[in-house]
């Protein structure tokens, strides 16, 4: 009888412990297979972090190496130290200053980025930093397409040609605009610092989620561009208490007219997006302070 109870026992044991593994699995495959856009908390700049199982494409880093790196941490795998693509949006420190350490603490496969250049000590360091790491650069304009592994795909829209023998001095006017399909048919457009002007001339038709140009500055956002993308969600990356004033309150205006949902990471921290891959399913979002 005791030799039959135990044998019951140790049947029903290893039964649950199969169980709660399988259940384990369950959920890290869920983890694992989902489209993940983090607008990372980076103070006053642009980092934005997607992450599809062990691949990653990161968009511009912040000012601060030191920050962009936490914040980074925080999201990807502890045993992940190769991030596939960066996109460069344009050269200003607020959005290429941390990727200088980015480059020296992972591997990067390539760097996407446009022919403008500047005569700054970070916009230096970062192009000493591709060179000693000896990372493959991809001038990109309009119609390249970075394909996520499993479904989605990344469509730059902007600029519309190579910029290689442009001599403007308003690197924001030169941002590369990415626009990403998630394997559920979420969109999102990153628009850089791209201000009204530009703005108007693309037509990356409508989008869920619009990550605000120029941080919210008042010259970016305009109302016939919202018009044109009918944004659910807009997100606002800007620093507590800049020195700027983003975001402009004609922005927020601009953003509550068009119904937009809007979403600061000075006020929330970093923003998670948590797309699966069935088609015509929500994305769930979620943000670091409340």
């Not at 596939?84 to 200088?100: C, F, K, R």
């Not at 561009?225 to 309150?249: E, Q």
């Amino acid at each position: 009888m005791f030799k039959k109870s135990f044998l019951y026992v140790g049947g029903m044991v290893l039964i649950t412990l199969a169980c709660a593994l399988g259940l384990m699995l369950w959920f890290w495959w869920q983890d694992f297979s989902d489209t993940k856009v983090v607008f990372l908390d980076v103070g006053q700049g642009d980092a934005i972090l997607i992450i599809q199982g062990s691949n990653q494409v990161l968009i511009d880093g912040g000012r601060s190496g030191k920050i962009l790196l936490e914040r980074l941490g925080a999201y990807m795998p502890f045993w992940d130290h190769q991030i596939e693509t960066i996109v460069a949006t344009h050269p200003d420190e607020d959005h290429i200053g941390g990727l200088v350490d980015a480059i020296k603490t992972y591997r990067v496969g390539t760097m996407l980025d446009t022919k403008m250049n500047s005569d700054t000590a970070v916009y230096r360091a970062l192009q000493e930093a591709k060179s000693d790491r000896h990372i493959t650069d991809m001038e990109t304009f309009s119609g390249l397409l970075v394909k996520l592994p499993d479904g989605g795909v990344m469509e730059a829209v902007h600029p519309f040609e190579s910029l290689e023998n442009n001599h403007s001095k308003d690197t924001n006017a030169t941002s590369i605009v990415m626009k990403l399909t998630t394997a559920s048919g979420e969109t999102f457009l990153f628009t850089g610092d791209l201000p009204d002007e530009q703005e108007n001339l693309i037509d990356p038709g409508k989008v869920d989620v619009l990550k605000a140009g120029h941080h919210g500055s008042k010259s970016s956002s305009s109302d016939s561009f919202l018009k044109k993308l009918s944004p659910r969600d807009a997100i606002l990356s800007v620093g507590a208490n800049n020195r700027y004033g983003h975001p402009a309150p004609e922005v927020i205006d601009r953003l509550r007219t068009h119904h937009a949902n809007i979403f600061r990471t000075d006020m929330q921290g970093s923003i998670l997006y948590r797309c699966p891959p069935e088609k015509e399913r929500d994305c769930m979002v979620s943000t670091a302070k409340n």
